[in-house]
């Protein structure tokens, strides 16, 4: 039988209309399989070994990655018997001869004990309990909680803060001192209250109170405390109180966090040459613009926002690299000797308290503008604190 040329091309056309979809799919894959392959097996095999081996031959003559100092000065149970310096800089630095504060003083109790960070430089040690003596005879307070401090050989710290690396940072609670002795329990759980309102642009008046404006001018008031750090809408709640005088309103510098404790930072004492000071705070109250401009940011990240255009083009998120961690290395060489034979991690020096709080990894408590973090906002005078 004869079969004619249009009876054989119809059925073949008919099946490949059919068909097409599916074995494009099929040929796109196997063309993406091909331009990802290597051109050959064999020699792509061998490329790989190579790498691989250079790679691993790099690894064993560099080492393994030294430890982290925060791991080395986390493990620091007691002060190094040196006498008292702070050494390097607040971000980056150590602390000899450490002292700790009492856990419980005659105006003063230290909070979060499982921390144990209640370490400082004397100098520091002494201004805490002079400012909770202070408050208590003068600006209604019955005493003061005591936050973080320094860890026993200050350095880099595993959760929370930037700074209080060198014994000059103490963080002090604005909630007022219960009228009773806390159990360690009660230091690890009850949590600080937010002087911020609800629009985290101003103070709740419901918690904010003329004493706590004392408290920080108090603090201030030291000559060898050098900085206050508090949140904006504090400072603004102070420069809007007339009955404050503004001596003293320059070492009171706006940042984020810190609405629920102020950070107490001293200058560089005499007998540490080795400490890095920090700019010097102008001579300015920062009551205008500076504070304008950060309520403004705060403004721009809690308030309404207008509605935004769908962004026409979807540019992926390239993730930030992680900052190198801080080594033993990047420190003042003297903090090696401060580090000294260290023993590993024991158990924790308060008995009651089995774990350190997740809290601790709390970003509200550290240094870090976490508002910034979490937004995406930089703000224009970071690290100008
Ligand atoms: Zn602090």
């Known amino acids: 039988m004869k079969i004619g040329l249009r009876q054989v091309i119809l059925p073949i056309a008919l099946v490949a209309l059919v068909v097409m979809p599916g074995s494009r799919k099929l040929s796109a894959q196997t063309e993406a399989a091909a331009t990802t392959k290597a051109p050959t097996p064999t020699k792509a095999a061998g490329k790989k070994k190579l790498v691989k081996k250079s790679a691993k031959a790099k690894a064993a003559k560099k080492g393994p990655p030294p430890t982290p100092a925060k791991v080395l000065f986390g493990a620091a149970t007691v002060p190094a018997p040196l006498k008292a310096r702070a050494i390097g800089f607040y971000a980056k630095g150590c602390l000899a001869g450490a002292k700790g504060i009492a856990v419980d003083g005659p105006a003063w109790q230290v909070m979060r004990l499982s921390r144990n960070r209640r370490w400082g430089h004397p100098q520091l040690i002494a201004t805490v309990e002079r400012l909770a003596a202070d408050v208590k005879a003068h600006d209604g307070w019955n005493g003061l909680l005591v936050g973080d401090i320094s860890q026993p050989r200050g350095g880099p710290m595993l959760t929370g803060h930037a700074s209080h690396q060198i014994g000059l940072d103490a963080d002090i609670w604005l909630t007022p001192m219960p009228d009773r002795k806390l159990t360690n329990r009660e230091r690890e ?18 918690v904010w109170t003329e004493a706590h404006g004392k408290l920080i001018l108090r603090a201030a008031s030291y000559p060898q405390v050098e900085r206050v750090l508090v949140h904006p809408a504090i400072k603004k709640a102070l420069c809007e109180n007339k009955a404050f005088a503004r001596t003293n309103f320059n070492k009171i510098r706006p940042y984020w966090g810190h609405h629920y404790h102020m950070h107490v930072r001293l200058g560089c004492p005499k007998d540490s040459p080795g400490c890095t ?61 401060v580090l000294g034979n260290t023993s590993p991690p024991g158990p924790s020096p308060v008995s009651d308290v089995a774990k350190p709080d997740p809290e601790m990894a709390d970003t509200a408590e550290s240094d870090e503008p976490e508002d910034k973090a979490a937004k995406g906002d930089k703000p224009a005078v970071a690290g100008k604190k």
């Open 189 to 206: 759980d009850l949590p600080a209250t937010s002087m911020l309102a609800a629009d985290r642009v101003s103070v709740n008046p419901e």
């Open 277 to 337: 000071p920090q700019p010097v705070v102008g001579t300015e109250d920062g009551c205008g613009k500076e504070v304008d401009e950060w309520i403004a940011r705060f403004k721009r990240i809690y308030g309404p926002r207008p509605p935004q255009p769908e962004p026409k083009v979807v540019v992926p998120k390239v993730k930030p690299k992680p900052k190198p961690e801080i080594t033993l290395a990047d420190l003042p060489t003297e903090c090696k000797a």
